[in-house]
């Protein structure tokens, strides 16, 4: 999850509504004039004009009244909850509210089906946004957020042996060479906290990588992105399973690349995988010489973030 993503800003008017979220409560202005409920925030009532508004807690029973599946992220930031069910609810008390749907299949979303809400956790400070579900779904598990870590692999169990080829074996070797790609890897998140350890580490603290803000107004990718070398160093954290071994050597050595390339931005937050082709294999005097094609994406994309033209070093 990006932890770049906008934040409603409270006012003095609308605070009492987000310091509710907090607190896992749903409040909603009241008129002591009239009864009637009012949303968003203001200052008076929508249907006499008085200025007596009061807080008042609801238990969030809704109906959906209107929604939309966007696929498309209007910002980098959103990549990681595409597809998006927007949605527009109306609470028992009359109030529409403007929110997301979560837990629910595309095919599960019906005009007029009840909604209980859900208070979703978005930020380690306790800051939460109202989101909403169907009343047969468990609220509380979709109040935290997403797990940032690492997907975990297939058990091991469950891969076929790997092929073993000796550094030596010329023919056995050109058969690793194909155009075929192999499964995706795990996934690494890349969140704004590790760009700024690598930022520190580097010394490339440029703007474009380490200030949300100003790369939020400025930046052509609407928020900051990993750097280029970055994502080429996570390729190490990426588990691939090539389906083969290569056997008789005492040392390996990453000899570099031949191509490196950077084809598309990773937002902050965004997941990433890869996976990975055998581009060439030969024998010479200083050793067996293996190319490996990696091609890291970020999840959902088609097109790479990095292509990386591995060299690898077999010596006997």
């Known amino acids: 999850m990006s932890n770049n993503k906008p934040m409603p800003v409270a006012t003095q008017i609308s605070a009492p509504f987000w310091e509710g979220l907090k607190a896992r409560r749903l409040l909603i202005q009241q008129c002591n004039a009239c009864d009637h409920w ?11 004009l008085e200025h007596d508004l009061a807080w ?54 019906r005009i007029g089906m009840p909604l209980q809400p859900v208070f979703a956790e978005v930020d380690a400070k306790g800051n939460r946004l109202l989101r909403f579900t169907g009343v047969d779904k468990d609220a509380a598990s979709l109040e935290r957020p997403p797990a940032q870590d690492s997907e975990p692999l297939p058990e091991v169990s469950q891969q076929p042996p790997a092929r073993q080829i000796d550094l030596n074996d010329g023919p056995a070797l050109q058969t690793l060479v194909s155009e075929q790609f192999s499964d995706w890897s795990n996934v690494v998140v890349v969140d704004q906290a590790l760009i700024d350890t690598f930022a520190q580490l580097s010394g490339d603290d440029y703007w474009i990588h380490t200030d949300p803000e100003r790369a939020r107004l400025q930046s052509p990718f609407g928020g900051t992105i990993a750097h280029g070398a970055l994502v080429q160093v996570l390729q190490s954290r990426m588990k691939l399973a090539l389906g083969f071994e290569i056997t008789g050597f005492s040392t390996q050595i990453n000899y570099g690349s031949d191509r490196l390339r950077f084809p598309a931005p990773v937002p902050a937050g965004s997941r990433i995988h890869s996976r990975a082709r055998v581009k060439k294999a030969e024998i010479s005097a200083r050793g067996t010489q293996v190319t490996l094609e990696l091609n890291t994406h970020v999840v959902g994309q088609d097109r790479p973030s990095v292509i990386n033209d591995l060299v690898i070093l077999y010596l006997a």
Not at 82 to 96: C, D, F, S, T, Y
């Open 38 to 48: 009012n949303f968003y925030p203001r200052r008076h009532c929508t249907a006499c």
């Open 56 to 109: 008042r807690e609801v238990d969030g029973a809704a109906t959906l009244y209107s929604y939309t599946v966007t696929r498309i992220a209007t910002l980098p930031d959103f990549m990681d909850e595409m597809p998006q069910k927007l949605a527009v609810v109306e609470l028992a008390q009359g109030v529409r509210i403007n929110t997301n749907l979560v837990g629910l299949a595309e095919d599960e979303i």
